[in-house]
Nanobody, 126 residues
Framework: QVQLVESGGGLVQAGGSLRLSCAASGRTFSSYAMGWFRQALGKEREFVAGISWRGFNTDYADSVKGRFTISMDNAKNTVYLQMNSLKPEDTAVYYC???????????????????WGQGTQVTVSS
């Protein structure tokens, strides 16, 4: 059974940094891509960043390029999202996600992710 557990969210001032973690279990992690999405209050869930299995490819939403970095540690079955220069508009619940298929990198295609964590709240004050 796949389980994804996010951590690292919190309250931070604009311009600050946070690092989110997502610990995965129930799959051979090294053969799966991972993604981060976020959902602000009253808005649809949107793609933030994605990373292919083994980390060879990464993609970012235009709104976070140059500020956020996704990475993975296969030994720890964990994917990270380093968020720098945070802005109030980054406030949202952040979710990590696992695709339904191994050796497949859906990047920002939300419907291709079949497993989701419970989310972690990030609040950026102005």
């Amino acid at each position: 059974q796949v389980q994804l557990v996010e951590s690292g969210g919190g309250l931070v001032q604009a311009g600050g940094s946070l690092r989110l973690s997502c610990a995965a279990s129930g799959r051979t992690f090294s053969s799966y891509a991972m993604g981060w999405f976020r959902q602000a209050l009253g808005k649809e869930r949107e793609f933030v960043a994605g990373i292919s299995w083994r980390g060879f490819n990464t993609d970012y939403a235009d709104s976070v390029k140059g500020r956020f970095t996704i990475s993975m540690d296969n030994a720890k079955n964990t994917v990270y999202l380093q968020m720098n220069s945070l802005k109030p508009e980054d406030t949202a619940v952040y979710y990590c996600a696992l695709p339904r298929a191994s050796y497949y990198y859906p990047a920002g295609r939300r419907d291709e992710y079949g497993y989701w964590g419970q989310g972690t709240q990030v609040t950026v004050s102005s």
